[in-house]
C-alpha cells in the first residue's frame, strides 16, 4: 500500500521529490489510478498535485499558452482560449472520453503516460509544444519531440516533475482527426494532426501508430502546390508509420484511416488557409 501525499506548494512536492523513493505522480489520475487497481503500477508514495495553485494556472504568456500540470482538459475546453489559434489542441481536447473524463484529465499527465495513441500527443507535436519540469537539482524544458521514446516510456527522471506544458503561439491553422470504434471512451484506433504554418511548413503527426507519437516534418507548400501534391505528401507520411495489429484494429485498417484522416486534415487547413489569407 502507498502512503499518500499532498503538497500545496511546489517546494513542498520538491521536498517529497527528494526524499521519497519510488513516487508517482497524480494529476488527473484516470490511467495511474487504474493501473494502481489492477496492479500494472506499483509505489510506494502517491503525489497528488491538484491542490498547488500554481499548477492550475492556464495562460497565455510571450511563450505561448502556458498550461499547468494541474489544469484539466475540460477546464482548458471551457476557457475558450483554444479557440484562437489552437485549433488542433482543442479538437483533440473535445475528442477524448466523455465529460467526465475530460473533467479529471490534464493534458500534462496524457503526455506523461507517453501512450502511443494518446489522444492530444499528435496534436501537440505539431505544435512543436514542449514541457517544463522542477527536480532537486533543477528543472529543465524538454520538447516533446524529444520527449517520447518507447511505449509508455518518456525522458523524465524518477525524481522530475512537470510544471506545465507551453504551446507556443501558432502562426498559421491546424487540424485534428481520430477514428475510434464507438462512442464515448474508447481509445484511438489511429489519429492525425497538421499544422500549416503562414509560411507554408507542413507538419504532420500520428498516434497509434508506431511505438512512439509519430511527428513528421513534410516541407514548404504554397496552398496551390499543397492542394496539388495532396497525395503524393500524404503516402509519403504514411510510409513513416508502423502500425500495428491489435484488438482495437488491423495493421491494414489503421494504415488506410492515417491516409484518409490526413486528407481530411489538409483539406481543412486548406480551407481555413484560404479564410485566413495564409
Not at 15 to 22: G, P, V, W, Y
Not at 26 to 34: C, E, N, S
Not at 142 to 164: N, S, T
Not at 245 to 272: G, P, Q, V, W
Amino acid at each position: 500500500m502507498y502512503q499518500f501525499l499532498s503538497p500545496v506548494t511546489t517546494a513542498e512536492a520538491l521536498e517529497f521529490l527528494k526524499e521519497r523513493k519510488n513516487l508517482r505522480i497524480l494529476a488527473g489520475g484516470t490511467d495511474l489510478i487504474i493501473a494502481l487497481k489492477d496492479g500494472t503500477a506499483v509505489c510506494d508514495h502517491l503525489m497528488d498535485i491538484k491542490k498547488i495553485p500554481a499548477l492550475k494556472k492556464m495562460e497565455q504568456t510571450r511563450d505561448g499558452l502556458e498550461i499547468g500540470a494541474a489544469v484539466t482538459l475540460g477546464e482548458m475546453l471551457a476557457s475558450g482560449i483554444l479557440q484562437e489559434g489552437y485549433r488542433a489542441i482543442g479538437q483533440s481536447a473535445a475528442s477524448v472520453a466523455n465529460s467526465l473524463l475530460r473533467n479529471r484529465a490534464t493534458l500534462a499527465g496524457n503526455i506523461c503516460n507517453a501512450s502511443p495513441g494518446g489522444d492530444m500527443l499528435p496534436a501537440c507535436l505539431v505544435a512543436d509544444a514542449y514541457v517544463q519540469t522542477i527536480a532537486p537539482a533543477g528543472g529543465r524544458s524538454i520538447p516533446l519531440r524529444d520527449f517520447f521514446v518507447g511505449v509508455k516510456k518518456h525522458v523524465l527522471q524518477a525524481d522530475e516533475l512537470v510544471v506545465k506544458v507551453v504551446i507556443p503561439k501558432a502562426n498559421g491553422v491546424s487540424a485534428f482527426r481520430k477514428k475510434k470504434r464507438i462512442r464515448g471512451h474508447d481509445l484511438a484506433q489511429v489519429s492525425v494532426a497538421v499544422s500549416y504554418s503562414a509560411t507554408g511548413v507542413l507538419r504532420m503527426a500520428f498516434g497509434a501508430a508506431a511505438p512512439t507519437p509519430l511527428l513528421i516534418e513534410l516541407g514548404a507548400y504554397q496552398p496551390e502546390v499543397l492542394r496539388e501534391k495532396r497525395n503524393e505528401i500524404v503516402d509519403g507520411a504514411v510510409e513513416h508509420a508502423s502500425p500495428i495489429d491489435d484488438t482495437r484494429s488491423s495493421k491494414a485498417y489503421r494504415t488506410a484511416m492515417l491516409r484518409h484522416l490526413a486528407h481530411e486534415a489538409i483539406n481543412e487547413i486548406l480551407e481555413e488557409a484560404e479564410d485566413t489569407h495564409l
